[in-house]
């Protein structure tokens, strides 16, 4: 087999493609408009680097953030599907990393596919640097797309206010801070520390919430001129003894919410599930019953139809 450029550069890392000879070969049909892009990425398949050989497609997905629509091509097989997704369409941005395992999850308000969901894919984090200036990238073209947005209107709080969080969560309060100074107009509206929640129902609830108890995790709502954004952890509740490593930062687009919602959980007492819909988009957060940060939510989305 010959070897390629492709395959000797091939490992779990995410590249910047800056020319035409960086597309992977699987994608080059397409015409990326390289010279025009504010930024491609080029996923690798997540195997090894023994299991690839010169002959495969190494890379599931090209990233293209154009000027005015983001596309994604991902392999299917020998071939591959496209989507895209032009940013004034764009209701919420997710991005996650637990470990090495990165995710990235665009919502759609016209989005057919459940919640809008529009782009998910994985990567590994080892990459995790390039995929967040790709979220800065569409969170700034999405809010260009849009009418200027003011901040939701609640009375910011003070840092000191991250102190209320416990140690165990001291990444989350981290990212806020590194987030806050790379965007100074992101400000903090509320919070909530973990806490245990007793189980619903359920015939040995009791035993396993003595044994096996759920943790609701803790949970930061931030602001910015035209963004309602959460850094919390990529699962809300667990009940395994493990520790919680992830770290997620969701970004709202406050000109595409069109209802919110909050109502007891139906799996936890003293727990409120928050639905956030942009179109066809939903969002869902957990919060304690009478948390800051549920009160936050509120009164940044004052006004919005209630589900």
């Not at 007793?198 to 035209?226: I, M």
Request: charged share 25%.
């Amino acid at each position: 087999m010959q070897r390629t450029p492709e395959y000797d550069a091939f490992g779990p890392w995410t590249y910047r493609v800056r020319t035409p000879e960086e597309v992977p070969r699987l994608y080059r049909e397409h015409g990326v408009e390289l010279e025009t892009a504010h930024l491609v990425l080029k996923v690798p398949r997540a195997i090894d680097r023994r299991e690839a050989n010169p002959e495969m497609h190494l890379y599931d997905h090209l990233v293209v953030a154009g000027k005015e629509t983001l596309t994604v091509l991902s392999r299917k097989g020998d071939t591959y599907q496209t989507v895209q997704l032009p940013y004034r369409q764009i209701a919420a941005i997710e991005h996650s990393v637990s470990m090495l395992d990165g995710r990235l999850v665009i919502h759609d308000v016209d989005g057919l596919q459940r919640g809008g969901v529009a782009v998910a894919l994985r990567y590994s984090a080892v990459s995790r640097g390039a995929m967040a200036e790709l979220l800065d990238v569409v969170r700034t073209e999405a809010l260009a797309a849009r009418d200027p947005a003011e901040r939701p209107g609640r009375t910011p709080l003070p840092t000191s206010r991250l102190a209320d969080l416990d140690d165990i969560d001291a990444g989350l309060v981290t990212t806020q801070l590194e987030l806050a100074d790379q965007r100074p107009g992101l400000v903090l509206l509320g919070a909530h520390p973990r806490a245990i929640v007793p189980r619903r129902g359920g015939a040995l609830r009791h035993w396993l919430d003595r044994h096996r108890p759920v943790t609701l995790h803790a949970a930061l709502v931030c602001a910015d001129a035209g963004t309602l954004e959460f850094v919390h952890r990529r699962e809300w509740f667990t009940s395994h003894p493990r520790p919680a490593w992830s770290i997620a930062h969701t970004v709202l687009l406050t000109a595409g919410v069109t209802a919110v919602g909050s109502h007891e959980h139906p799996k936890y007492v003293g727990a409120y599930r928050v639905q956030i819909a942009s179109g066809r988009s939903r969002v869902e957060l957990a919060c304690p019953d009478g948390a800051e940060s549920l009160a936050a939510i509120a009164g940044a989305l004052a006004g919005v139809r209630a589900i």
